[in-house]
C-alpha cells in the first residue's frame, strides 16, 4: 500500500511555496476561487507523470517544482519498478521530483537518480488513483486488471506472488553487479595496475608508524648540533661555574650559600624553615638540570653522514606522502585499503562466475515460481470471472460474460526470458503474465478487451 505522505509546490500557477502535509485517512483541500486548489491536483499529475505545460510556470519564476514523499510497502510493483529505475528508497519512501522550466523543459528525479517521465506515468497506476469526472480510468490499465485479479485471489496468489518478487529482487541485483564486472572490465584492470605499483612503491620503502615525525625531529637537532652544544654549554657553566675560573659566579653557588644563610636561623620561625626548604630544593633541581645539559653536550653530535642519511630517509617518505597520503599515517592507511580492494579485483574472473551460476540458478528458479504464478492466476481468474458474470445478472444483464485472458510475450532469445510453459516468455516483477479483462454482453457476441490493448507486465 503506497500513501502520499507530504508535497511541495514552488512557482506552480498561483501557488508561489508551498507544502501540503497529508495524514492517514482523509484529508481536504478547501479554499476560495483562485487558492489554487487545483494547482495541487495539477502538482500530483506532474508527479505522476502527466504532460508538463509551461504555461503553468508561475510568472516571473524559471520552473515550476513538485516534489513529493510517498510510502510503499518493500516488495510491492512499485518499490520494484523505482528499483529497476536506479531510485533508492528513503526510510520506505519513494521521493518523487518533476521540475517544469518556463521555456517548457520538464526533468523528472525518482529516489536521486534523474529518469525518464515515463517512468513516473508507469509508476502512477501503483501509486495513486484520481478520482474525478474523467479521471477515474483506473480499471481500464493493465496492472489495476492484474492487480484486482491477483487481490481476488488472496492468499493462493499472494504467497507465490511474494516468493516470486524476491527471486526476481535478488536476480536484479546479481544481474547488476555481473553488468558491472563485466563492461568495466578494462577500467578494473586499470586500477589494479595503479593499486600494485603504489603498493610497490610503498613495501619497497617500508614507511614504520610515525617514522616521518621522529626523522623530521632528528634532522631539526643534527642540523643545528653545533648550536644546541653551544647553549647547553654556557647554560651548563651558568649553572656549575667553571671549573677553569676559580673567581666565575654560578648559580649553584649562589643558591647554596642563600641555603645556609637561611638554615642557620630556620629553628626560630617555621615560615623561614618553609623558605629554606625551598631554597633546598631549587638546589637540588639545579643540581640535575645542570648534569643533565652537561650530558646533552657530551651526547650531542653534529655527524654530517648521519644527518645525510636522515634526509635521504626523508626524501623517500615524502615521495610517497606526495601520492598516497599528507604523513606516513595516511600512506599505511591507504596501503592498507588498497590491499584489500586489490584483492576484491584481482578475485573479478571468480566473482563473475559465481554470479553467472546464480544468475542462471534464479533464473530457473524464476521459471518455477513464474509458473506457479501463472497456474495461480489462471485458477483464481475463471472463479473470479463467474463472480462478476453473477453480479452481472442482477444489474439486469443476465446474458453478459465476463472472463479473464491470461497471455505471455514470446522473449526475443532464452536468454532474455524465463520458461513458462516450454515457451522462453518476457517477465518483469510482477510475473510473466498479460492479464486481459473480457466482457461478452449477450450471447453469440464476441468479447471485446474492456480497454484498448493488453495488460503489460
Known amino acids: ?3 502520499l505522505e507530504e508535497m511541495r509546490i514552488r512557482s506552480l500557477g498561483v501557488i508561489d511555496d508551498a507544502v501540503v502535509e497529508l495524514s492517514p485517512g482523509f484529508t481536504a483541500v478547501t479554499g476560495e476561487t483562485g487558492a489554487g486548489k487545483t494547482m495541487v491536483v ?27 514523499r510517498i510510502t510503499v510497502s518493500e516488495g510491492d510493483a512499485a518499490a520494484l519498478r523505482a528499483e529497476e529505475a536506479g531510485a533508492e528508497l528513503d526510510d520506505g519512501a519513494l521521493l518523487i521530483s518533476r521540475t517544469v522550466s518556463a521555456e517548457g523543459r520538464s ?15 508507469e509508476l502512477a497506476d ?23 485479479l491477483d487481490r481476488y485471489a488472496g492468499d493462493g496468489v499472494e504467497v507465490p506472488h ?19 564486472l563485466t563492461t ?57 661555574g667553571n671549573p677553569e675560573d676559580p673567581e666565575s659566579v654560578d648559580a649553584t653557588t649562589v643558591v647554596a650559600a642563600a641555603g645556609q644563610a637561611l638554615d642557620g636561623v630556620r629553628a626560630h620561625d617555621p615560615a623561614l624553615a618553609a623558605l629554606a626548604d625551598r631554597v633546598g630544593e631549587i638546589s637540588i633541581l639545579l643540581a640535575d638540570v645542570s648534569g643533565e645539559l652537561a650530558g646533552y653536550a657530551d651526547q650531542l653530535d653534529a655527524d654530517p653522514l648521519r644527518l645525510a642519511a636522515v634526509e635521504e630517509r626523508r626524501a623517500a617518505l615524502t615521495a610517497l ?3 598516497y597520503g599528507e604523513d606516513i599515517a595516511a600512506v599505511l592507511a591507504w596501503a592498507q585499503e588498497g590491499a584489500g580492494r586489490l584483492t576484491e579485483l584481482e578475485g573479478d574472473d571468480e566473482r563473475i562466475g559465481e554470479l553467472t551460476a546464480e544468475r542462471d540458478a534464479l533464473r530457473a528458479e524464476l521459471s518455477v515460481l513464474g509458473q506457479a504464478l501463472t497456474d495461480a492466476r489462471t485458477e483464481a481468474a475463471a472463479r473470479f470471472a463467474d463472480a462478476v458474470t453473477e453480479e452481472l445478472a442482477s444489474l439486469a444483464m443476465p446474458h453478459a460474460r465476463v472472463s479473464f485472458a491470461i497471455r505471455q510475450t514470446e522473449a526475443a532469445d532464452e536468454a532474455s526470458g524465463i520458461d513458462i510453459g516450454g515457451r522462453s516468455v518476457v517477465y518483469g516483477p510482477s510475473g510473466a503474465d498479460e492479464v486481459e479483462l473480457l466482457l461478452a454482453p449477450h450471447p453469440g457476441a464476441p468479447a471485446p478487451a474492456d480497454r484498448q490493448g493488453r495488460v503489460g507486465r
Open 184 to 240: 568495466r572490465a578494462r577500467e578494473r584492470a586499470q586500477e589494479a595496475d595503479l593499486l600494485r605499483f603504489g603498493l610497490n612503491e610503498v613495501a619497497a620503502v617500508e614507511p614504520l608508524p610515525g617514522e616521518d615525525v621522529e626523522l623530521a625531529a632528528e634532522a631539526e637537532r643534527l642540523g643545528h648540533a653545533e648550536a644546541l652544544a653551544s647553549a647547553a654549554s654556557l647554560a651548563h657553566t651558568a649553572l656549575a
Open 321 to 323: 606522502t606526495r601520492k
Open 162 to 180: 511474494a516468493k516470486y518478487a524476491a527471486a526476481y529482487r535478488r536476480l536484479r541485483a546479481v544481474a547488476t553487479e555481473l553488468d558491472e
Open 107 to 121: 526533468r523528472a528525479h525518482l529516489g536521486g537518480r534523474s529518469v525518464p517521465v515515463g517512468v513516473l506515468t
Open 42 to 68: 495539477t502538482s500530483l499529475g506532474l508527479l505522476l507523470g502527466g504532460r508538463a505545460d509551461p504555461a503553468l510556470v508561475r510568472v516571473g519564476a524559471k520552473a515550476a517544482v513538485v516534489e513529493g
Open 1 to 3: 500500500m503506497s500513501v
Open 126 to 148: 501503483e501509486l495513486v488513483a484520481v478520482h474525478g469526472q474523467t479521471d477515474q480510468q483506473g480499471l481500464l490499465k493493465p496492472a489495476r486488471q492484474r492487480g484486482a
